[in-house]
């Protein structure tokens, strides 16, 4: 627990919201597992008061649900919540990456080159790379290409799905070299997307999201 532990004086209820977020991304708590408000306050050594705030807050993010016998569970990822919130991204982020043709600018075209560039420079440390860190700039990838896109509804829709997202982009790095094969999908979208070429940045975002989606199937399939 110790390298989760929260501290005072900030907001009770929103440190434990990322700390138990981050325990869910990181296996601390195993999907199914369940959650028990009582425990979790002795462990922090908090009220309940801030604990049952942050359980709403992670169950509206999806990442905790309530079951019929009001027990507090882990979300557990299924086939049909990857095809259906997939579907989602293929329809949003295509459209987020065609719009980003037409509308970013030159200055925000680079800023997405250069979060490409560290992500190589990451994956390339001496050493090997650090899981978070290249997830994180993977993150930032596609949250660039939102903004840029210029359209606040877009944004709004994929924004419910963020918490998801980031647990699934979690569990889909698994697999030898999957580092490499997001970063040169995420290439192939930002050339064409540098080039000016809406119609073959939309389609290499869904290439993109297909391949994850069918790697993420298969990681779940023979879990």
């Given amino acids: 627990m110790d390298s989760y532990r929260i501290e005072k004086p900030a907001p009770f209820y929103d440190q434990l919201y990322r700390s138990i977020k981050q325990m869910i991304v990181d296996g601390i708590f195993k999907p199914g597992e369940r959650i028990v408000e ?16 942050a359980i709403r807050a992670l169950e509206k993010d999806g990442l905790i649900q309530v ?13 049909q919540d990857v095809e259906d919130i997939y579907q989602c991204r293929m329809a949003l982020e295509s459209m987020a990456a065609s719009l980003t043709v037409r509308r970013a600018s030159d200055v925000e075209l680079q800023r997405i080159e250069e979060t490409l560039r560290q992500t190589r420079i990451r994956i390339e440390a001496e050493g090997g790379y650090v899981k978070e860190e290249v997830i994180g700039l993977n993150t930032r990838f596609h949250s660039l290409l939102i903004e840029f896109s210029g359209n606040w509804r877009l944004e709004r829709q ?3 799905l963020k918490a998801l997202l980031h647990l699934y982009r979690v ?10 094969d997001i970063y040169n999908e995420h290439l192939d979208i930002f050339n064409a ?10 389609d290499a975002m869904i290439r ?8 993420l199937r298969g990681l779940l399939g023979s879990s």
């Fill in 171 to 180: 569990i889909n790095f698994q697999g030898p070299n999957r580092e490499w």
């Fill in 208 to 215: 993109h999201l297909i391949h994850d989606y069918e790697h």
């Fill in 67 to 79: 079951d019929d016998k009001s027990r507090i569970i882990v979300y557990t990822p299924t086939l």
């Fill in 158 to 160: 994929l924004n419910d």
């Fill in 193 to 202: 997307i540098q080039n000016r070429q809406e119609q073959q940045a939309a």
């Fill in 38 to 53: 009582s425990r979790l306050a002795r462990d922090f050594n908090v009220s309940r008061s801030p604990i049952r705030e």
